[in-house]
């Protein structure tokens, strides 16, 4: 796809080294005021973080999440009264970690998410509502910054703020005023499309062409299969944390793309921490742009898939696929499942708005289906579970299938896909 902002966008061809060095001095000198850190950056002298190299970072530890956690606001760099926006993170894996921001912060997170939404988005064309929280998580503050950025309009509408937004309302608002763009989770685009569907309107004649998608877990398979029932082109928008930012965006190709200029990167063994040229490891961020808490060798816990090539949006920056956390991991009969496992059966397949995995109390496990609508009358149920059986017998998956009808609270996807065993794994 391509906008008409394309030729006015200016894409970076790469910062230089120089740049990034610049970057990671600044950064050190900037991360060794922090309670947290200090002590490891002190004995190190001023002099040589503001000498340093990308080679200095193999001497520091890594930083993990429940360091985070227990460090609390002692990591900041700046005084807390220096910032003007108090986050957390989503809590999903443990207790929330503080993440104020500065001015500094937001304006960068912005630049972040607005180096490919000026070639997707139209100004002053587009309308955006963004079914996202919007309490103290960062995520739908630096959507509207974004947008306001770009001059599109946008609306705030999260369904399940009780007695603020409703779908009905939601939907009122998206005809009355000709919304084109949706920013939301996986599980939430699904949760609107079959709301339409229940109040009888077409969603693929509602208006909507452009859906950007965030969450930690978003599968190819399940994008494309989001793409075939909304009729819209639909983006891996973004993928980062509360913690960290935005650390990389989707181009007008569908590609995820690196922010080099912003952040470093490592790979490493996810069970050992050592380096590795594995086409898949557990991706290592260091901040470069972070202003009120850089983070040093931070272990995201999320497993990353190396693209090779270069990209037909012309973006120099290096192409990933995220797969999920190191821990979205199942064993069944002696199988790894992982989540694109599962998602490359169940989203291939017409008539299906999500899963589950269930285990029966005798252990057994099951592939629950949550057919769709249109496509609970006999003849198509049985060919949903022929499809689905054999699929699952060619990849020698010993799950049983089973069909439901509506089992949006059973899988919790209404929150997002935040945490996949969470929301789609079950056990009675």
């Given at each position: ?44 002298g001023a002099e040589a973080l503001r000498e ?250 999320d497993l990353v898939r190396r693209v090779s ?37 169940v989203y291939a397949i017409p008539g299906l ?76």
């Amino acid at each position: 796809m391509t906008s008409a902002t394309t030729a006015r966008h200016e894409v970076p061809a790469g910062v230089t080294d120089a740049d990034r060095l610049r970057l990671l001095r600044t950064t050190l000198v900037q991360a060794a005021k922090s309670p947290y850190y200090a002590p490891v950056l002190g004995g190190l002298g001023a002099e040589a973080l503001r000498e340093a190299d990308f080679d200095l970072l193999q001497r520091l530890p890594f930083t993990d999440k429940e360091q985070l956690r227990e460090a609390g606001l002692r990591v900041l760099s700046v005084p807390l009264a220096e910032t003007v926006r108090y986050y957390e993170s989503s809590g999903t894996t443990g207790t929330p970690t503080p993440t104020p921001k500065t001015k500094k912060d937001i304006a960068a997170n912005t630049r972040g998410l607005l180096l490919n939404w000026r070639r997707i988005l139209r100004p002053r064309e587009d309308k955006a509502i963004l079914l996202v929280p919007s309490d103290i998580a960062p995520v739908a503050d630096a959507m509207v910054y974004g947008l306001e950025a770009m001059d599109v309009f946008s609306v705030r509408a999260f369904p399940f703020t009780r007695g603020v937004s409703g779908w009905d309302q939601i939907v009122r608002i998206c005809r009355e005023t000709g919304i084109t763009t949706v920013l939301t989770t996986p599980g939430l685009s699904l949760h609107f499309y079959a709301e339409l569907k229940t109040r009888g309107l077409d969603p693929t004649a509602f208006g909507i062409r452009t859906v950007l998608l965030l969450g930690e877990l978003l599968t190819e398979p399940m994008r494309a299969m989001l793409e075939r029932l909304w009729n819209a082109q639909v983006y891996i928008n973004s993928y980062g944390s509360s913690e960290m930012g935005t650390c990389s965006t989707s181009c007008p190709e569908k590609r995820m793309h690196l922010l080099e200029h912003m952040y470093h990167f490592e790979w490493v063994d996810p069970q050992t921490g050592a380096p590795t040229t594995a086409e898949t490891a557990e991706l290592v961020v260091t901040t470069l742009t972070a202003d009120a808490r850089p983070l040093l060798r931070y272990r995201t816990g999320d497993l990353v898939r190396r693209v090779s090539g270069d990209c037909a949006c012309g973006l120099a920056l290096p192409m990933v696929e995220v797969l999920g956390r190191v821990t979205d991991e199942l064993e069944i009969a002696g199988r790894r499942l992982r989540p694109y496992d599962v998602e490359e059966i169940v989203y291939a397949i017409p008539g299906l708005l999500g899963y589950c995995i269930r285990f029966e109390d005798d252990g057994r496990p099951l592939l629950c289906l949550e057919v769709e609508r249109d496509h609970q009358d006999p003849a198509s149920c049985a060919e949903i579970t022929r499809l689905a059986e054999e699929a699952l017998l060619v990849r020698d998956l010993p799950l049983e299938v089973e069909l439901s009808f509506d089992f949006n609270e059973l899988t919790k996807r209404g929150g997002g896909f935040k945490n996949w065993k969470l929301t789609h794994v079950v056990r009675n």
